[in-house]
């Protein structure tokens, strides 16, 4: 089955600075990766999501790129503000039924 | 307001003593499922249900049940708890099938087993 593989499982930047949270996956068969964020206190949320046929995708602030033939995509946090610090996952859909998770990445944003 | 409702949100249980964690969506969403999240491992799914009265084993299924008798209920079972267990759990449901459509995520359930 798909095995995700998520780094680094801690991150702290200084506010303002740039994050970025790299994922690699097994299976080539994968078209779909998100993102979600889980706040203190509350269930993940989806922040951004790829498909296969798209290198990069952006939503102001936060963007994320995949390289299918590397089997890795990454998400880039730019201008970080403390209400980015929270726990982040990625996520691969694989050629089994359901999506596969990451072990996730808690981002501290320092003042 | 559209949301994933779990209850309880925190549960401190004994062993073997049967307990319902309850989830219900106000989507329409004809995908549900459920996850635990342990520290280090991520979100691993418990079980899944494609639309009512379809159900099937996600990764991590040993000890629990579910059932999907209405489209925006889908209860979690543990007949016997175990202290393995004790985990944050949480439901989800999606508009597609789950694998390429966005989840929606309940607040979860802090489970304890003692």
């Known amino acids: 089955g798909e095995n995700v593989e998520q780094h680094p499982s801690t991150l702290s930047v200084q506010e303002g600075d740039s994050a970025v949270i790299k994922c690699t996956y097994s299976d080539s068969a994968s078209n779909y990766f998100p993102w979600y964020k889980q706040e203190l206190g509350k269930g993940p949320q989806l922040i951004i999501d790829?498909?296969?046929?798209?290198g990069e995708k952006k939503d102001q602030r936060i963007a994320v790129t995949l390289n299918k033939t590397a089997k890795h995509f990454s998400l880039h946090i730019t201008e970080t503000q403390p209400e980015d610090s929270a726990v982040y996952f990625c996520a691969a859909s694989g050629s089994a039924r359901q999506l596969t998770f990451g072990s996730g990445t808690q981002l501290t944003v320092l003042p | 307001e559209a949301q994933v409702t779990q209850n309880p949100r925190y549960l401190i249980t004994v062993t073997g003593k049967k307990l319902t964690v309850t989830c219900s969506q106000n989507?329409?969403?004809?995908?549900m499922s459920w996850y635990r999240q342990d520290p280090g491992l991520g979100l691993r799914q418990i079980y899944y249900?494609?639309?009512?009265?379809?159900?099937d084993k996600g990764d991590v299924p040993e000890g629990y049940k579910v059932s999907r008798k209405e489209k925006r209920n889908f209860p979690l079972i543990l007949e016997s708890p175990s202290p393995n267990q004790t985990s944050l759990y949480f439901c989800a449901s999606s508009p597609g099938q789950g694998k390429s459509s966005p989840l929606h995520f309940g607040n979860g359930t802090r489970l304890t087993v003692t």
């Open positions: 989507m329409n969403h004809e995908y």
């Open positions: 790829i498909r296969s046929n798209v």
């Open positions: 249900s494609m639309n009512v009265e379809v159900t």
